[in-house]
């Protein structure tokens, strides 16, 4: 039986340097990488107040080849039926499909516009 004590390994490389370098660096590159382009012009976004129940205005639906949908009703029944919401002066949020032509789109409007609806919303999906 050996009761020596057991031999020392050799001295081993001291870690906290290597972590000194690595800091120095991840300081270095976050104050010199530029994370999102700087905007040309300052843009302030517009202020958005959510409407709820009665108060929020009636939705418009486009699907991608341009049929309509506006409560309940389809097509050019859609449109009479904005047409008799139109004489309580209303505006209206148009939702249509990212994939539908623009021309329809125009010629909607223009319906829209015909058929006596004062504010026209553009409005995305929701996410």
């Known amino acids: 039986?050996?009761?020596?004590?057991?031999?020392?390994?050799?001295?081993?490389?001291?870690?906290?340097?290597?972590?000194?370098?690595?800091?120095?660096?991840?300081?270095?590159?976050?104050?010199?990488?530029?994370?999102?382009?700087?905007?040309?012009?300052?843009?302030?976004?517009?202020?958005?107040?959510?409407?709820?129940?009665?108060?929020?205005?009636?939705?418009?639906?486009?699907s991608s080849d341009g049929e309509t949908f506006f409560q309940g009703e389809t097509g050019a029944e859609a449109l009479n039926a904005i047409r008799a919401h139109a004489q309580q002066e209303i505006s209206l949020i148009l939702r249509a499909d990212a994939h539908v032509d623009a021309t329809k789109i125009v010629r909607l409007l223009t319906e829209l516009r015909a058929a006596g609806v004062n504010k026209i919303q553009l409005a995305g999906q929701p996410q």
């Not at 050996?2 to 081993?12: A, E, G, I, L, T």
């Not at 906290?16 to 590159?29: A, D, R, S």
């Not at 530029?34 to 418009?60: C, M, N, W, Y």
């Open 1 to 62: 039986m050996d009761f020596s004590p057991p031999k020392k390994d050799s001295k081993s490389e001291p870690i906290l340097p290597m972590i000194n370098v690595v800091f120095l660096l991840l300081v270095f590159f976050l104050l010199t990488a530029q994370i999102a382009p700087r905007a040309p012009f300052d843009v302030v976004p517009p202020k958005v107040t959510l409407k709820t129940g009665s108060e929020a205005a009636p939705v418009l639906f486009v």
